[in-house]
């Protein structure tokens, strides 16, 4: 297997057409698993443990563990003190260890199929205490009249028992004082799992070989490798699983940061790129001619744009910007870049009214310039897609501006040459790299119009430079935001009729969470009718909402772009990108129901056009945080504090919503509390890559010989 292995990994280095960097790094890392490199060893399956069989193979890998590795290094989430505590000091549903007598033999009692409990009764000290194991039978076997037991349970003080969470020792086995928690599922019990650990540990602990060098173990005071997986397990003191959670929040930040900067080193390859020598004077004729000044902010990104695309390296570009910073103008500029220099760019946009509202913008900038424009979506008729197809083919069309309709078999480009992706967190990493392969691996630049704090930048785009806009356009009035509580409703109502009677439009929102899209549903629906009372004759109102088919969404965002809608009540499907610029009050109902990034980029939907703009929150909170929500939304509209307080308050996971974050799954780290970790192994890795960036050196080897083994980065370099 392991002979399969290696040569896999040849075959990759020898097919992947790499640069130097990545070739020399793979090899060194297959020559030290054929010196001996113990990492190997740990790579053998799961199955060589006793009584793993396919039924718990599976189970272990709906877990994630499918080596033994995986196995050593899949770690705790807590600990349970399981020192003994007197009952005199224990609080009401508090977790604790007692230890008595056992004074009645145990009785088990059914109440339904597989449900039960197990009634024993304890002597501590003077008292006697029942304590209860629910669905656990087999535990009868476990006690014997006059026996001393230790359990670990949850204590009820009001009737002075104990609901049983596992027996600890008798009076003939050692009590460790820690019990290590882990994440598991229905597949996966504790005990099997713990046991599975205990048994790789007693096999496998010798070959349990380092990864970080040892001077920077040492410089910073971290275990072993063999120490951290005791320490995680089985630690006998608090301050031995302090030290290895430590040690282990480094290890897991700097392999992160390696994998990452390996990925940077292969972009970095000057062989793996295109060079686009645009001609900088048609650049300052296009910027000449726009209607405004361009920011400080925007001159700097568009200078650091530009100057990666003239490198032959690969470019990998993030541009962050506040909403209505200017991140649309600096597309402009670079895309047109990118035609001076002879080659074909592509902006691909999620929904198809903003599809087409860049490209009547790009149509009106480029109309004195010498570029053929394109726009290609699902609704473009298949006679135009033809003849659009064709232009692409031959090159006669320099620039094509489309949806997911880009992405489709039979696009297909002259001399594509940068990819520009707006909103890049709607789409996903395939998609994505699709209309990359559609050239020869084309430049990308991606947008986003949610603010990035440097932690989420550091994970979840640590493998892309980032470009920031950080400075607001002259002139663009701040957002007016006011919260109201719910008995406030005849105050909203107010001004929404106002506005719609000065001729502005409005949204209206109402949350969606995906759990209860029928209720929420009923929400949107019944706001709809309430708006439609409040707003009466003065203009209509419409319903949008993600049940919707996409054809009467684009429909209605079509209607209400060209002002034929006086509001708009939505749920959150409400496009982030669209442009309204008549568009003067965002009131969103149940506010605290949001984070505070989803509520900047909402309020960011307003105050796009001459006319002043609000934002109405109209929330309830329950609790501390939502109060705190609300009411820095009301002190600022820096998108990137709020971004900053979002991330404190919520963590990392929630920032972009589980399923388009693409953020790691750290096992140990976390990316916000142990933020100043995060930094220190980004700084360290990159000074390993600049001195020695084959990892070649005897210290490095192992590093090379882990990325060489790494599914991740392999998989990057097919």
């Not at 130097?20 to 399956?45: H, R, W």
């Not at 909170?621 to 939304?633: D, L, S, T, V, Y």
Request: aromatic fraction near 6%.
């Amino acid at each position: 297997m392991r002979g399969t292995f290696l040569r896999n990994l040849y075959k990759s280095v020898r097919l992947a057409s790499l640069g130097q960097m990545v070739s020399n790094t793979l090899i060194s890392g297959l020559l030290y698993f054929e010196k001996g490199g113990a990492l190997m060893a740990l790579t053998d399956p799961v199955t060589v443990l006793p009584g793993v069989g396919p039924k718990r193979e599976a189970g272990l890998a709906s877990l994630g563990i499918h080596t033994i590795r995986d196995l050593l290094f899949y770690f705790p989430y807590r600990y349970d003190d399981l020192k003994v505590k007197d009952l005199a000091e224990a609080a009401d549903q508090e977790k604790l260890t007692v230890k008595g007598i056992v004074v009645t033999d145990p009785v088990i009692s059914r109440f339904g199929p597989h449900r039960s409990r197990v009634n024993v009764k304890l002597q501590i000290e003077r008292s006697v205490i029942l304590v209860t194991f629910f669905n656990q039978p087999w535990l009868k076997d476990r006690f014997q009249m006059g026996d001393e037991a230790a359990i670990f349970g949850k204590w009820d003080a009001k009737r002075r028992s104990l609901t049983g969470m596992k027996i600890l020792a008798t009076q003939s086995q050692d009590q460790p004082s820690m019990a290590a928690i882990y994440t598991v599922n229905k597949n996966v019990r504790m005990g099997t799992l713990l046991d599975l650990i205990k048994a790789a540990w007693e096999r496998d602990q010798q070959n349990i070989n380092d990864l970080v060098p040892a001077s920077i173990r040492e410089h910073y005071r971290l275990m072993s490798d063999a120490q951290l997986v005791h320490g995680m397990h089985f630690p006998d003191t608090p301050a031995e699983a302090k030290a290895a959670r430590r040690t282990g929040v480094f290890r897991e930040f700097f392999l992160f940061q390696l994998q990452i900067q390996a990925l940077k080193q292969l972009n970095a390859n000057s062989s793996n790129g295109l060079a686009i020598p645009y001609d900088n004077q048609a650049l300052r004729a296009l910027i000449a001619t726009l209607p405004f000044a361009l920011t400080n902010a925007q001159k700097r990104v568009v200078n650091e744009i530009c100057a990666d695309m003239r490198r032959p390296n690969h470019m990998n570009r993030l541009l962050q910007g506040d909403v209505g910073s200017g991140k649309t103008v600096v597309a402009a500029i670079v895309l047109y870049a990118a035609v001076t220099a002879g080659f074909q760019a592509a902006l691909m946009v999620p929904t198809e009214v903003l599809a087409e509202q860049h490209f009547a913008k790009l149509t009106k900038l480029f109309k004195d310039f010498p570029v053929k424009l394109g726009l290609l979506t699902g609704s473009t008729s298949t006679k135009k897609r033809r003849e659009l197809l064709s232009e692409l083919r031959d090159g006669r069309l320099n620039l094509i501006i489309g949806t997911h309709a880009l992405i489709q078999k039979g696009v297909d480009f002259h001399a594509l040459g940068l990819v520009v992706i707006d909103e890049q967190h709607r789409f996903g990493v395939n998609q994505r790299k699709i209309l990359q392969e559609k050239g020869q691996k084309p430049d990308l630049l991606s947008m986003t119009a949610t603010p990035i704090p440097r932690t989420l930048a550091i994970t979840a785009y640590g493998e892309m430079d980032v470009s920031t806009i950080d400075e607001l356009p002259a002139g663009r009035k701040p957002i007016a935001t006011m919260w109201l509580r719910k008995n406030q409703i005849d105050q909203v109502y107010r001004i929404i009729r106002e506005q719609v009677q000065s001729g502005s439009q409005v949204f209206a929102i109402t949350p969606l969470i995906a759990e209860s899209e029928k209720i929420d549903l009923q929400n949107a629906e019944q706001l709809f009718v309430d708006m439609q009372k409040a707003v009466g004759n003065l203009g209509p109102v419409a319903l949008l909402h993600g049940q919707m088919k996409p054809d009467e969404k684009d429909q209605i965002m079509r209607a209400f772009s060209d002002g034929k809608i006086a509001v708009l009540v939505s749920t959150t499907v409400v496009e982030v990108g669209v442009d309204i610029p008549n568009a003067t009050v965002m009131a969103i109902f149940d506010a605290d129901r949001f984070g505070l990034s989803q509520l900047h980029q909402l309020r960011g939907r307003v105050g796009r056009g001459q006319k002043a703009a609000q934002c109405l929150l109209i929330a309830d909170p329950k609790n501390e945080q939502g109060i705190a929500r609300m009411e820095i939304m009301t002190k600022t509209n820096d998108g990137f504090l709020l971004a900053q307080k979002d991330l404190e308050m919520r963590g990392s996971g929630d920032i972009f919503g589980d399923k388009q974050s693409g953020l790691p799954e750290f096992k140990v780290a976390d990316p916000v509390g142990d933020f100043p970790t995060l930094e220190a192994a980004q700084k360290i890795v990159a000074q390993i890559f600049k001195t020695d960036p084959h990892l070649l050196q005897s210290d490095h080897q192992p590093l090379a010989a882990y990325l060489a083994e790494s599914r991740q980065m392999l998989g990057s370099l097919d």
